[in-house]
């Protein structure tokens, strides 16, 4: 496969500083659903063709399995992986996709993966580049973006920029260029529609609001799980293993995601991303503890009324929404059960518990270069934390530390945040340096 990469251009930024898209809500721009072509009288819907990036993840296994339960709605283009080669060669066989993507290009077992047997006979390609050039091209019309972290940057912009549906679970890729996702974004007729499950339940609670105007939403509440450190109390949680970090009560995750719902910075990211996704400061976004995970976040308007979206915590469903919107159909993921007998509650989050949840909003406030910071950040402590080079407690005064040191611009550049982003996990590299 030639790897001539479809490279994101930079994206010229109308809106001034830190400004919410003006349009009502950012997501869902532009696009159609699953359309029907009409021919001779009868409706022909021709299945959509859907790219899994990171589909040996969790939110990856999550979108094969959906995809496995609409046949003939859907059709699977591409499927990419970084390492785990061999999770990704059964994934070829069972689920026979078009193409097969291997971005580590680099490894010797990626090598031999191309030079091996194709024992399901589809195509198969290494590296980036080739990644981006085929989910930019006409066989694909759907990107769920299931790669973690920064790294799935580049593939969120190409899926946009080439007006792609981009069915987005890397939030990173909001955190990190928000302003610039979603002027590309429009500027093609993209539509973004989230995944993760409380944007995603926001964004089906806003489709009540017939009349929008700028003030009919009062404020969005995202909800939290509290995480698996949620009862331990504050003095011990310096002492927290990799283990208990790793221990979530309601979730079943990757690995980085659930260290950060520990800290609560996936929240924090959560409130940037949710600060883009639908144009609301960062004022008028809440976060309160749910341990339950079943309200998956609310909107309340004006009047005071609050709209939830509520589930059996399970990512098929809001992937499944966000490929098939505005379309409904039959549940992949478990329903509700009415006869059971289910207690919900909630409360306010504790800061000294959570400090890292204040750094989200702070970054929702500032923009600029706050996301790319704050990500990079986090990504490379999170790592160190993996790897038992530091506490779990020390991941957000890290973060807060690189963040409040950074050379902040307010209309950065996609080059600009990227340089922002290696310099941040240069800090931290630095910092954990200067402790050994
Ligand atoms: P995961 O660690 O389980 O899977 C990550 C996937 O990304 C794997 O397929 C891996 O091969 C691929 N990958 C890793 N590094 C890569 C690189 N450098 N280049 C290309 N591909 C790479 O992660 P996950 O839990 O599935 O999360 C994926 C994304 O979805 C994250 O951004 C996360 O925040 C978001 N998300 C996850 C959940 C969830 O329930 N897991 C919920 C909401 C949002
Ligand atoms: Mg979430």
Known sequence: MATSAARPRRTDHARPENQPPTDRFAVAIGGSAIGGLAIGGLVVNAPRKVAILGSTGSIGRSALEVLKSHRGTFELACISCHQQLDLFKKQCIEYRPKLAVVTDDSSLQTQQWLQGPNPSSILRAAGTDALIQAISGPDVDIVVAAIVGVAGLQSSLAAVENGKRLALANKESLVVAGQLLLATAKKSNAEIIPVDSEHCAIFQALQCDKRPTPDSVEKIILTASGGPLRDWPVEDLEKATIDDALTHPTWSMGRKITVDSATMMNKALEVVEAHWLFGLPAERIQVVIHPQSIIH???????????????PPDMKLPIQYALTYPDR??????????????????????????????LGFEVARRGGTCGAVLNAANEAAVELFLQAKIRLTDIAKICRTVLQHHDFASSPSLEELLKQDRWARDEVMRWNKSLC
């Open 329 to 358: 159909t039959p549940a992949t993921a478990k329903r509700m059960d009415w006869n059971a007998s289910q207690s919900l509650s909630w409360y306010p989050v504790d800061p000294d518990r959570y400090p890292a949840l204040e």
């Open 297 to 311: 976040s609310m909107v309340e308007y004006r009047d005071g009324s609050v709209i939830a979206q509520l589930s």
